[in-house]
């Protein structure tokens, strides 16, 4: 026998799937026309749905020529909190920046790897424990020349148990970094009386 089978959800931000009801198919006309027919209830156990940690980046903005400013990657659970484990990146720096030789990943989310090499940052194998609902990454890093820095010329890759900020960069809408020079040097060549 064929069934038709209508799922209920429950509202939350769980999505906890909390029923279904299961109707045969010969009985498809009464269901669309809501006349009495034969149902067979059919309750399931809780099922809660968990979505993979986001993780946004963020840099140090204004930043000055050869000081260091940071990049911070923060993580963020989804509602509930519940433990994350396998959670993996790489982000690769946009052009402009780089990690200063001898660089570190400060890691506050507990679990996991974060390693530097070249311009670019892996994480990997790191975790949330339950009830954490955000934790952060920093590394420190430097910019070559004064301009403008473009931030979503960054990149990421290898995502595991991880999804990207659609809006990553600075702020909710990416903001170009300045990058200015030091005051003596962009004081050079001016005399005051």
């Not at 473009?150 to 991880?162: D, E, I, K, Q, V």
């Amino acid at each position: 026998m064929k069934y038709i089978v209508f799922l209920c959800f429950s509202t939350a931000l769980s999505s906890t799937m909390v029923a279904s009801e299961i109707y045969p198919f010969e009985h498809q006309k009464d269901i669309f026309s809501k006349k009495p027919f034969h149902r067979i209830h059919h309750p399931l156990s809780s099922v809660v749905l968990v979505s993979p940690p986001i993780v946004k980046v963020a840099y140090s903005n204004p930043m000055i020529v050869g000081q260091q400013g940071t990049v911070t990657f923060t993580l963020t659970n989804d509602a509930g909190n519940p433990a994350q484990t396998g959670i993996s990146y790489t982000y690769n720096l946009p052009a402009g920046l780089s990690f200063p030789n001898g660089a570190t990943v400060t890691n506050a989310c507990g679990g996991g790897t974060g390693t530097i090499t070249g311009n670019t940052v892996t994480f990997s194998n790191g975790s949330m424990s339950a009830g954490t609902a955000t934790c952060t990454l920093t590394a420190p890093i430097v910019a070559a020349a004064e301009g403008s820095i473009n931030p979503t010329r960054g990149s990421f890759s290898g995502l595991a148990n991880a999804a990207e900020d659609l809006n990553n960069g600075v702020g909710a809408n990416p903001t170009n970094i300045v990058v200015n020079l030091p005051a003596c040097a962009a004081n050079a060549g001016v005399l005051s009386y």
